[in-house]
């Protein structure tokens, strides 16, 4: 059943809409407020039985129309069409790409940290990382500051400025970085860093990485091996030292990476320096350490160094090592001759050793060594085995003499007594006595070096000693800065501890035509032989056979060509012979062949032996070596090279029981009792078996046979 209904618009009361039941449409007239499409849905009219329903105030609402329910989507239906659907569905999926992206956006973009940009190095201020990158290649890495406050710093140079940058940190100090372009014309980048505090108990620490690189340089130890990244040394002051642990007996503030990439630390710094190889880093800290520095007249800490790169390791090192170069070469009678190291005890026979060494060769130096005098500083032979005709007798038979001298004077002798009188000697913290120092296994005093009036004496003493025994030279042992007293006072306060070693040595050069000793700092200058710390007579690294090749290689890259190795003292009781003749054969390799006079003592078939070696050290390596040592003079280039010299590769770069004597002749010694190096790296990139080179023996150049015990493999190259 159905029926008409009528609803009238608000607006217009002569406007009716008809409404139908059922599904009848229903419209409003224009200017209507509103237009509806209803449908009356299961109407329901009240009966007799049901009555009405009343309202709250007791009137019957809606009395006389049938009660309907409307629905009100319809009209939102009618809207749904094709496109607005399309149109929907097109903002959701530019929703979600942008959902995506900016979730792919904070997970991997990441705003480059800021940092400032000189030339090919970058310092990244957050991090205080320092990142050199030459030519497209990372050169270096390091922690710059790794002791500056984590507050950002203030600039403190020129805005806009592309050759220097000045970093300031409140209460702490400032960086610079100034970019060196002195040697941009031979292709190398230089940047000279330096640190200043603003208070004496800061301190200054910046680290390098050594990860995925080959490192040398630093100097000398004890135990030294190469490349170094593979050594520990924990923080220590950089100065001369026999001690382990310690940086060794030469030292010098410069370090090369096979990453081409150089480090050369001013000398005023004070410095100590660390290797990790755990962590691979090669730590540089400045501060003030009273037992070592004594630099009161400096108000802060200061830290300074250059760090250079290129894309070429030769041209590098050549261009940044900065050595001095001495006027002339070492005494030529020194590097042909063999020298001969004599310990002086009570069981000494020293002229029947003598008249040996006539027999076998007659020719060449005797060394007699440090400890000869009844009280060490007492330069005189008397009272010992030696007595004033030793040196008479060894000239009448050809042979030159020598002595090793010490700076020390021992508590017993007349020179400590004198010398504290004079005020000669180191004085103790309260600068009142003399402070002690001990050395093998004796007790005494130290000239005070930086004192003119003690120098004088000194010299003149060596001088004397020198000329009245009729000696040709003398050598140099000990110096090393690790020697001065604890809380040591000097006349003259050093900059740099090592500085008490680079005097000894200038004293040394003022008394000898040519320095023989196992120390020295910054001595380039003068034409000197380093001989090794004294080694032990085994196959160890530890100060054994295996640090002599790393300790021959450093020496060269730090600048002391000319060298020799030194051995401890031994009975032939305590030594084999085959191990004694592996150093004598690896000596013979060297510009100077030292040799142990107690050598004599095994017998005619090793005698036989070292007269070989004599004869091949000076009719094949002198020769090369007298050539190089001009060479020297004009380029400043080693003698003994690593192997990288020729072919820098990975294999070369981490090689440290074979080098080179120039470019021509490769050297691979015996590696361990019983056998030979039994392969050798040559030039060509691929390591060589037998039968690919030639080797020299029995005095003339054969093929390479690895059975042979004849060594070292020379070959030629």
């Not at 108990?201 to 190469?226: A, L, P």
């Not at 009272?383 to 007798?393: A, I, K, Q």
């Not at 002595?403 to 004085?427: E, I, K, N, Q, W």
């Not at 004869?615 to 400043?636: A, C, E, K, W």
Request: charged share 20%.
């Amino acid at each position: 059943m159905s029926e008409l209904l009528t609803l009238t618009s608000p607006d217009s009361s002569d406007v009716s809409t008809p409404l139908v039941t059922g599904h009848h449409s229903m419209s409003s007239q224009p200017g209507s407020r509103f237009t509806v499409e209803a449908a009356i849905i299961d109407e329901e009219v009240p009966t007799a039985e049901e009555p009405p329903s009343h309202s709250i105030n007791g009137t019957q609402p809606n009395q006389g129309l049938p009660t309907a329910k409307v629905d009100l989507t319809a009209p939102i239906r009618l809207l749904k069409t094709p496109r607005e659907i399309k149109l929907k569905f097109t903002v959701m999926c530019l929703f979600v790409l942008i959902l995506v992206g900016t979730i792919l956006i904070l997970v991997y973009y990441k705003e480059e940290p800021f940092h400032y940009v000189l030339g090919s190095l970058t310092y990244y201020v957050d991090k205080k990382e320092m990142v050199i990158d030459f030519e497209g290649r990372e050169r270096l890495r390091g922690q710059i500051g790794l002791f500056a406050p984590m507050e950002a710093p203030a600039a403190c140079s020129m805005l806009g400025d592309s050759e220097r940058l000045c970093l300031s940190w409140k209460d702490y100090g400032k960086l610079r970085i100034k970019y060196d372009t002195n040697l941009s014309h031979v292709g190398i980048d230089c940047y000279k860093v330096s640190w200043e505090t603003f208070a004496p108990e800061r301190s200054i620490k910046d680290c390098f990485s050594m990860t995925n690189s080959h490192w040398y340089g630093g100097g000398v130890t004890k135990d030294q091996n190469v490349p170094i990244e593979s050594m520990n040394i924990p923080m220590t002051a950089f100065v001369t030292s026999d001690r382990r642990g310690q940086f060794g007996s030469v030292v010098e503030r410069y370090w090369l990476s096979t990453r081409n990439v150089s480090i050369k630390v001013a000398d005023r710094s004070p410095l100590l320096v660390s290797m990790d190889n755990d962590e691979q880093r090669l730590c540089l800290e400045s501060m003030h350490w009273e037992s070592i520095h004594h630099d009161h007249n400096s108000s802060d800490s200061h830290l300074e160094y250059a760090v250079c790169a290129n894309n070429d390791l030769l041209k590098l090192f050549n261009s940044t090592k900065a050595f001095p170069i001495p006027p002339i070469i070492p005494n030529t009678l020194l590097l042909e001759e063999p020298l001969w190291s004599l310990y002086v005890n009570n069981d000494t026979r020293p002229f029947h050793v003598v008249q040996e060494l006539y027999d076998l060769h007659p020719v060449g130096y005797i060394d007699i060594r440090s400890g000869f005098a009844v009280n060490e500083g007492d330069l005189t032979f008397k009272g010992t085995p030696l007595n004033d005709s030793f040196v008479p007798f060894v000239h009448r038979i050809g042979l030159r003499v020598m002595a090793s001298v010490t700076p020390f004077v021992s508590v017993d002798s007349v020179a400590f007594t004198s010398g504290a009188l004079r005020g000669d000697l180191v004085m103790d913290p309260r600068g009142e006595v003399p402070g002690l120092t001990m050395w093998a296994d004796k007790i005494g005093g130290v000239i005070d070096f930086t004192d003119n009036t003690a120098v004088l004496s000194y010299r003149n003493s060596l001088r004397a000693f020198k000329d009245s025994q009729g000696l040709e030279s003398l050598t140099f042992d000990y110096g090393e800065a690790s020697y001065l007293p604890y809380g040591y006072q000097i006349n003259t306060e050093l900059d740099d501890p090592s500085q008490f070693t680079h005097s000894y040595i200038e004293i040394a050069n003022s008394v000898t035509e040519t320095v023989v000793t196992r120390s020295a700092y910054e001595s380039q200058h003068i034409p000197i032989v380093i001989r090794t710390y004294p080694k032990e007579i085994s196959w160890d690294t530890e100060n054994g056979f295996a640090s002599v090749i790393p300790s021959i290689i450093n020496l060269g890259l730090i600048g002391y060509p000319f060298m020799a190795l030194d051995l401890k003292e031994f009975s032939s009781e305590q030594v084999d012979k085959e191990m004694l003749l592996s150093y004598i054969q690896l000596s013979a390799c060297l510009p100077v062949m030292q040799i142990p006079t107690t050598a004599l003592e095994y017998g005619p078939e090793v005698k036989d032996l070292i007269h070989e070696y004599i004869d091949f050290h000076q009719n094949v390596i002198i020769p090369m070596v007298s050539d190089l040592g001009v060479r020297y003079l004009r380029t400043g280039l080693p003698i003994i090279r690593p192997l990288w010299w020729l072919e820098h590769n990975a294999d070369t770069a981490s090689i440290n029981s074979q080098f080179l004597v120039g470019d021509d002749i490769l050297v691979a010694p015996k590696v361990a009792p019983g056998h030979m190096s039994r392969q050798v790296y040559l030039p060509s990139g691929k390591w060589q078996q037998p039968g690919t080179g030639v080797l020299y023996t029995g005095g003339q150049w054969e093929d390479i046979t690895f059975q042979s015990e004849t060594i070292p493999y020379l070959i030629r190259v």
